[in-house]
């Protein structure tokens, strides 16, 4: 559901008329630039309590600038939540769903866009569906019948759920592209004697390699931010999600507020990396996902 | 169908045999059992007993479900109403006024700015606003005393008077990036000539913000609302990390209303029931607003 980009997608350059400028335009300006710092402030203060003393914090309170940089809280948080490898549960995690999430859309989305078969109209609806339904109405069957195939508390489990649940979207959204794929290229493959299964690998996907990635963001990040799912399936300290791992420790101890901020700077750290390094990827979904 | 496309179509079938089959496993299944588990008393252990309906009489006498879609309402209107109306404001001023006036980059700044909380894991959302809304600790209450404001410090989330509005609170700030994001994308297909056309006619600002800029992106406008409304319907993990329903009930809605008799009270059939409505809501509604789009798409 988080469509996003970051940059104003290509239009004619604005030119700014420097001499139609006055104090109206300024002031709107200004009210914007206070919204801004409204809506970033959260963050900042996090960022800046996170490397304050216990002490420092106490005395001069939330707004003023560490006296020195204290790495204290955020290295104590890291090594008590075993934070590396939470990190590593979720990336692994996230990526095989990324990757196996594209392909079971593309497999999906080739036998509804390109094949057309029949009755492709109720599966576009049967996996609309399934991205529609609350998880909580899929949750305890599935927690019964992990632990009845030992499948309960593993990473595998969530793979395969999450996996099921965002290709569904990806099914959604492929088919929309597929269905207006360029049948010269299909043709001009069979012409040359490749069957279906040659013609997708070799003129479908890579065709269409720009909505997959963004697919592949997608799923990326929609996987590393779950919560529910997760926080109901992983349950042993070495399974957890990096969200599991801090929502859990948030709502069961009391912490110290410089404590707080660091696991929030850590939590908040690895989204913020992907938002840097998608970027791009992510200007471009908004053009995939664009509504017709 | 032509005869030509027909022949090859088929075959195609064969691709859609591992998302049929997993699909079953991961969504059939489970929501058949839910609804079927839904009539029966069950603790999790031994097989359920059916009950019939009761547990949808005893859902529609219970308060507390009531109260949490009571809860619903306001959240609908932090999550999906005002973010909405606030996002139209901002789209268009910086679409129309920023972009013009001061160059892209400002406006793409700005965007950017306002987006950032929706990347975040809402776990991690949680935690920054449980810190600074905590009444000992917290930086909000703190910051109030310094600034002379001492007398109007709060328990935000652990006082039944104000929890619930606290959580509405962050819920805007967590939600205005994406309406913003998705509306000024709406935006780059109305051509500039519209507008231009609109100034020599002497139109207000306000004219051109209702005729053109509403007009021309009312198709996001109802994905927005859409999406917004389901999420707010769906609200978990912020619930769960800043106020686990509390206090006494205060900010409980469906979905932490089912896992706590899921996984706290062993009330497996309970928990089925109120899943079940939700999930009879949630569609309900996707499906009268993809009714009001195309009928709006038609005229």
């Known amino acids: ?292 | 169908m032509a005869g030509n496309s027909n022949t090859r179509s088929r075959g195609y079938g064969l691709y859609l045999i591992p998302g049929i089959i997993a699909s079953t496993a991961v969504i059939v299944v489970p929501l058949v059992m839910t609804v079927y588990i839904s009539f029966t008393r069950w603790t999790g252990i031994g097989s359920p007993r059916w009950i019939g309906a009761d547990n949808y009489t005893r859902l529609f006498a219970d308060a507390n479900f009531w109260a949490s879609f009571g809860h619903i309402i306001l959240l609908i209107v932090a999550m999906a109403v005002v973010p909405t109306l606030l996002g139209l404001v901002l789209a268009a001023v910086l679409f129309d006024h920023v972009a013009k006036h001061f160059g892209d980059r400002w406006a793409a700044v700005l965007r950017s700015g306002y987006y950032l909380p929706q990347v975040l894991p809402v776990a991690v959302t949680g935690i920054i606003w449980g810190w600074i809304l905590h009444p000992s600790y917290g930086a909000l209450n703190k910051i109030m005393d310094a600034v002379g404001l001492g007398s109007l410090t709060r328990n935000w989330l652990g006082d039944p008077k104000y929890a619930l509005y606290s959580v509405m609170a962050v819920m805007i700030w967590f939600q205005l990036g994406y309406p913003v994001v998705m509306f000024m994308s709406g935006l780059q297909r109305i051509d500039p000539e519209l507008y231009e056309a609109a100034d020599l006619d002497g139109a207000t600002w306000w004219q051109r913000f209702r005729r053109i800029t509403v007009a021309m992106i009312r198709p996001e406008l109802y994905v927005v609302l859409v999406t917004t409304t389901i999420a707010s319907l769906k609200i978990f993990g912020q619930i769960f990390v800043l106020t686990r329903g509390g206090p006494s009930n205060a900010t409980l809605v469906p979905s932490y209303f089912a896992y706590k008799n899921f996984f706290e009270k062993a009330q497996v059939g309970y928990g089925s029931a109120i899943a079940t409505v939700l999930t009879v809501l949630i569609v309900v509604l996707a499906v009268v607003f993809l009714r009001l789009q195309n009928r709006a798409e038609r005229s």
Request: charged fraction near 15%; avoid cysteine.
């Open chain 1, 1 to 292: 559901m988080t469509v996003t980009a970051t940059r104003t997608p290509s239009r004619a350059p604005a030119k700014p008329s420097l001499r139609e400028r006055h104090p109206g335009r300024f002031l709107v300006l200004a009210l914007l630039l206070v919204l801004l710092l409204l809506m970033v402030a959260p963050l900042l203060v996090v960022a800046v309590n996170a490397v304050k003393s216990p002490a420092d914090y106490a005395s001069n309170g939330p707004l003023s600038v560490p006296t020195h940089l204290h790495w204290d809280g955020i290295v104590d948080f890291w090594n008590r939540v075993d934070f590396g490898l939470k990190l590593l549960n979720s990336f692994i995690t996230s990526l095989v769903v990324a990757v196996l999430g594209v392909v079971l859309s593309v497999l999906n989305a080739y036998a509804l866009g390109i094949g057309r078969v029949r009755g492709r109209a109720w599966f576009l609806v049967f996996f609309l569906v399934a991205n529609l339904l609350p998880q909580e109405v899929l949750v305890y069957p599935l927690y019964y019948l992990s632990k009845q195939i030992g499948l309960y508390d593993s990473l595998f489990s969530i793979i395969i759920i999450f996996t099921v649940i965002q290709s569904a979207f990806g099914t959604y959204l492929l088919t929309s592209v597929y269905t207006e794929f360029p049948r010269e290229l299909l043709d001009a493959a069979s012409v040359d004697g490749a069957g279906k299964w040659r013609a997708l690998w070799r003129v479908v996907v890579p065709v269409s390699r720009p909505t997959l990635a963004v697919l592949f963001t997608f799923f990326f990040i929609w996987t590393w931010n779950e919560f529910f799912l997760p926080l109901i399936f992983l349950i042993s300290n070495d399974n957890q999600t990096v969200p599991v791992a801090l929502g859990v420790l948030q709502s069961d101890r009391m912490m110290d507020a410089t404590t707080t901020s660091a696991s929030a700077l850590i939590g908040i750290a690895p989204a913020m990396v992907f938002f840097l390094i998608f970027q791009r990827t992510l200007t471009r979904g908004i053009a995939a996902g664009a509504i017709k």
